[in-house]
């Protein structure tokens, strides 16, 4: 069982920046790969960012690449997302997630294959 509880959600303006955090606790963090999704008002969930156990590999969705950047300490048990150039269409409730990999470099897209998900944060963008 891993238990995760994401931080650092909030209202701001357009082209402010936002770090969310999540912390895990339980299960050793370092051997699972980890995720940030978010779910828009009247939208599906949908993938944010990703990266691989290992911290080797990232992935982003093509809406938040060049703005966004997912890391991950094992130390420190956390992994973050750094949101810069925020925009409206940001606005969404972001959820930290877990999965254990198959390899420790791949990184995986779809929600539905984490197992561990945190309660949300939420994120405000005004214009």
């Known amino acids: 069982q891993v238990q995760l509880v994401e931080s650092g959600g909030g209202l701001v303006q357009a082209g402010d920046s936002l770090r969310l955090s999540c912390a895990a606790s339980?299960?050793?963090?370092?051997?699972?790969?980890m995720g940030w999704f978010r779910r828009a008002p009247w939208k599906e969930r949908e993938v944010v960012a990703t990266i691989s156990q290992s911290g080797r590999n990232t992935y982003y969705a093509d809406s938040v690449k060049g703005r966004f950047t997912i890391s991950r300490d094992n130390t420190k048990n956390t992994v973050n997302l750094q949101m810069n150039s925020l925009k409206p269409e940001d606005t969404a409730v972001y959820y930290c997630a877990a999965r254990q990999p198959v390899y420790p470099h791949s990184v995986y897209y779809v929600p539905t294959g984490y197992t561990y998900w945190g309660p949300g944060t939420q994120v405000t963008v005004s214009s």
């Open positions: 339980g299960r050793t963090f370092n051997n699972y790969a």
